[in-house]
């Protein structure tokens, strides 16, 4: 199924975003920040979800949190955050949380092993979570920026080696590394979820779905065996809806 997530979203009511996505969309992504924090919705959405003809995953929240933290404080609240998120995530009889996997440290230097170990530990103790409350937690492949963590295929897997965890595939963000293919070889039978977005390989800019120089035919005949859910990543609706047209006439013709 095709759906959408938006971070514009995440300023509005969310129960003016559900009434606003169902008229476009079978599903929604929430990006579980500010008034679409699921911690502080999932009591009000179990009581209007009926209304509204959908499915949802969520995205964990990624402000502020780093699971990979030097500070062992900061690290044990990002894991909290993230815990609670998939607690209300499953109290909405959601199954779907996508979560990032950490953040190297900006200002030191040769200190990348130390934040594998720490994001591993983390994720870790996000497994255990992902299995107590029944869902599958999908840790993303994230864009090229210096402080990313699992930004090429290798370093995800290490990052989630000798767990059970899937794989969220972020389409867009492996452009960014010119690794699409790499990515989807590596990947495949553990990708739980899929972002899609358009960029022109050198920013993570969210363009629509043609916009930009990803060759998504290559890509969807690569990915036809899989199953799940196609997240549109936008910068807004009109640019959700865009894309959902072309993406299902590339979806047609893989």
Same mark, same amino acid.
């Given at each position: 199924?095709?759906?959408?997530?938006?971070?514009?979203?995440?300023?509005?009511?969310?129960?003016?975003? +559900?009434?606003?996505?169902?008229? %476009?969309f079978g599903l929604w992504?929430? =990006?579980?920040?500010?008034?679409?924090?699921?911690?502080? =919705?999932?009591?009000?959405?179990?009581?209007?979800? @009926? #209304?509204?003809?959908?499915?949802?995953?969520?995205? #964990?929240?990624?402000?502020?949190?780093?699971?990979?933290? =030097?500070?062992?404080?900061?690290?044990?609240?990002?894991?909290?955050?993230?815990? *609670?998120?998939? /607690?209300?995530?499953?109290?909405?009889?959601?199954?779907?949380?996508?979560?990032?996997?950490?953040?190297?440290?900006?200002?030191?230097?040769?200190?990348?092993? $130390?934040?594998?170990?720490?994001?591993?530990?983390?994720?870790? *103790?996000? /497994?255990? @979570?992902?299995?107590?409350?029944?869902?599958? #937690?999908?840790?993303?492949?994230?864009?090229?920026? *210096?402080? +990313?963590?699992?930004?090429?295929?290798?370093?995800?897997?290490?990052?989630?080696?000798?767990?059970?965890?899937?794989?969220c595939f972020d389409i867009?963000?492996?452009?960014? +590394?010119?690794?699409?293919?790499?990515?989807?070889?590596?990947?495949?039978? $553990?990708?739980?979820?899929?972002?899609?977005?358009?960029?022109? @390989?050198?920013?993570?800019?969210?363009?629509?779905? @043609?916009?930009?120089?990803?060759? =998504?035919?290559?890509?969807?005949?690569?990915?036809?065996?899989?199953?799940?859910?196609?997240?549109? /990543?936008?910068?807004?609706? %009109?640019?959700?809806?865009?894309?959902?047209? $072309?993406?299902?006439?590339?979806? $047609?013709?893989?």
């Open positions: 199924m095709i759906g959408v997530s938006c971070t514009q979203f995440s300023v509005l009511d969310p129960e003016a975003v +559900m009434e606003m996505v169902s008229k %476009e992504e929430i =990006f579980s920040e500010a008034e679409n924090s699921v911690i502080g =919705f999932s009591s009000r959405f179990n009581e209007i979800k @009926g #209304a509204y003809s959908m499915r949802y995953s969520v995205h #964990a929240p990624i402000c502020d949190i780093n699971i990979a933290s =030097f500070n062992d404080r900061i690290r044990e609240v990002s894991v909290e955050e993230t815990l *609670r998120t998939m /607690e209300h995530a499953n109290a909405m009889d959601i199954r779907t949380v996508t979560v990032h996997p950490g953040l190297y440290s900006m200002t030191l230097y040769g200190t990348n092993a $130390r934040s594998v170990k720490l994001s591993k530990h983390s994720l870790k *103790r996000i /497994e255990k @979570g992902a299995e107590e409350y029944g869902l599958t #937690a999908a840790i993303e492949n994230l864009p090229s920026l *210096r402080m +990313m963590m699992g930004q090429m295929p290798g370093d995800l897997l290490e990052l989630i080696d000798g767990t059970d965890l899937k794989i867009g963000h492996a452009n960014t +590394m010119g690794a699409i293919d790499e990515c989807i070889d590596a990947f495949k039978g $553990r990708i739980a979820n899929i972002h899609i977005h358009d960029n022109a @390989g050198k920013s993570d800019d969210h363009l629509t779905i @043609g916009d930009g120089n990803i060759d =998504f035919s290559n890509a969807l005949s690569k990915l036809k065996g899989y199953k799940g859910n196609y997240i549109i /990543e936008s910068k807004s609706m %009109e640019s959700a809806v865009v894309s959902k047209k $072309r993406l299902e006439y590339l979806m $047609r013709n893989a």
